[in-house]
């Protein structure tokens, strides 16, 4: 099945703490994204990948960070979270061939920090 | 950036009924792209409709466009309990580099 995974789906830790979500999809999507969901202000993206390498910030990436060393990974990393970053974030990934395709989003991931 | 702004921000009607939410953007397009999200889950991609089209339909899903308003809408016809969800749509911009840009979303709640 043709999917985008996210893990984990709950996460609650301490501010400080060092935490990776990761991401995966099996579409052989060069396009990979990364976004923030808060009550309010919709969905903002944090960064996004065009391809293997090739890493850009999207509106919202002050404390955080990625990398996309495969085509199919593209892990979310939260070097000292901070409780601003309690959120609710997903991940998608979109063939960018032809652009006539949506996204794919992953289930989410809500993370508390505390 | 070319945030699209959905109208109304929350609707409920009863079931069988049409609903219709409507979403304006700002700058040009490549096309324009309607999300449902059921709450805290992933988004779901529902229907893509480019700038060189005017209308799309798929099931009860209608989109309309009208790219010299900037503007377009979801009609959703003989609405069921089940389409009680958030809906969003989501520009993508002209530059083959532009990511999706979402808005804030409508509301929908269908009463049975």
């Known amino acids: 099945e043709a999917q985008v995974t996210q893990n984990p789906r709950y996460l609650i830790t301490v501010t400080g703490k060092k935490l990776t979500v990761t991401c995966s999809q099996n579409?052989?999507?060069?396009?990979m994204s990364w976004y923030r969901q808060d009550p309010g202000l919709g969905l903002r993206q944090i960064y996004y990948?065009?391809?293997?390498?090739?890493?850009d910030k999207g509106d919202v990436p002050e404390g955080y960070k990625v990398s996309r060393k495969e085509k199919r990974n593209f892990p979310l990393i939260l070097e000292s979270p901070s409780p601003n970053q309690t959120s609710l974030y997903f991940c998608?990934?979109?063939?960018?061939?032809?652009?006539?395709?949506?996204?794919?989003f992953g289930s989410g991931t809500r993370l508390t920090v505390v | 950036s070319q945030q699209g702004e959905e109208d109304p921000q929350a609707l409920s009607i009863q079931e069988g009924e049409n609903a219709t939410m409507n979403c304006s953007y700002k700058?040009?397009?490549?096309?324009l792209q309607w999300y449902r999200q059921n709450s805290g889950r992933g988004l779901v991609h529902l229907i893509l409709?480019?700038?060189?089209?005017r209308e799309k339909h798929s099931g009860r899903l209608r989109v309309t466009l009208d790219t010299s308003k900037k503007s377009s809408s979801l009609l959703i016809t003989a609405s069921r309990a089940a389409d009680t969800a958030s809906y969003f749509c989501?520009?993508?911009?002209?530059?083959?580099?532009?990511?999706?840009?979402f808005g804030k979303g409508t509301r929908l709640s269908v009463i049975a």
């Open positions: 700058t040009s397009i490549n096309n």
């Open positions: 998608a990934s979109s063939s960018t061939g032809t652009r006539n395709y949506g996204y794919t």
């Open positions: 579409m052989n999507h060069e396009y």
């Open positions: 989501a520009t993508d911009g002209l530059s083959g580099n532009t990511p999706l840009v």
């Open positions: 409709i480019r700038s060189n089209e």
């Open positions: 990948s065009m391809n293997v390498e090739v890493t």
